[in-house]
């Protein structure tokens, strides 16, 4: 009886283990491992390198500014890679969205074959993260995390008058596009 205990104490502790050490891939493991693969370019901004106090923003936009920190970019472009790479690599970000913390909010096409995808996670009703892929099967993809605490969709959604005046210049979020393209 002792050993029967004993084994049975060790196969679960083997499955424990196991079971704990398996690792999931996130968006932001993602991130991590690709930040400096080849063909892969990555960038963090803080919203305050976008300049948003010299624009006339309304109070809504003004409280979706406040409540941003950071964006965290990545892309991946054809013209450094190829296409294999880039499937392979598209289906994996794309089974990492399909997770039961990504809400689907929108999605949209074009009749290019470029596909745009905006997900977010809410804990508690709150928006802690903003998702967007966008992908052009001739040009590469990019994923764009907005960062930040207590984000309303809403609001978040009237900065889109305004994103065209913020300052890119300073932050390389020009570099970051011109990659892309």
Not at 27 to 40: G, I, N, T
Not at 127 to 148: H, K, N, P, Q, S
Not at 162 to 180: A, E, G, R, W
């Amino acid at each position: 009886m002792k050993n029967t205990s004993n084994y049975l104490l060790i196969i679960f502790s083997f499955l424990f283990c196991f079971s704990a050490c398996t690792h999931k891939v996130t968006l932001q493991s993602y991130f991590v491992d690709h930040q400096e693969a080849p063909a892969f370019m990555s960038m963090d901004i803080p919203v305050s390198f976008l300049n948003p106090d010299k624009i006339d923003l309304s109070e809504d936009q003004k409280n979706a500014i406040e409540s941003i920190d950071k964006l965290n970019m990545i892309a991946y472009n054809l013209v450094d890679g190829n296409l294999e790479e880039f499937k392979s690599e598209l289906a994996v970000v794309k089974e990492i969205l399909k997770l039961n913390v990504y809400n689907d909010l929108m999605r949209m096409s074009t009749s290019s074959d470029g596909k745009l995808q905006i997900l977010y996670i809410e804990n508690r009703s709150v928006i802690d993260e903003i998702i967007i892929l966008g992908y052009y099967t001739d040009i590469g993809f990019a994923i764009i995390r907005v960062l930040g605490d207590d984000m309303n969709l809403s609001k978040i959604l009237k900065l889109g008058d305004v994103i065209n005046q913020f300052d890119t210049n300073h932050s390389n979020m020009d570099s970051f596009m011109k990659y892309l393209l």
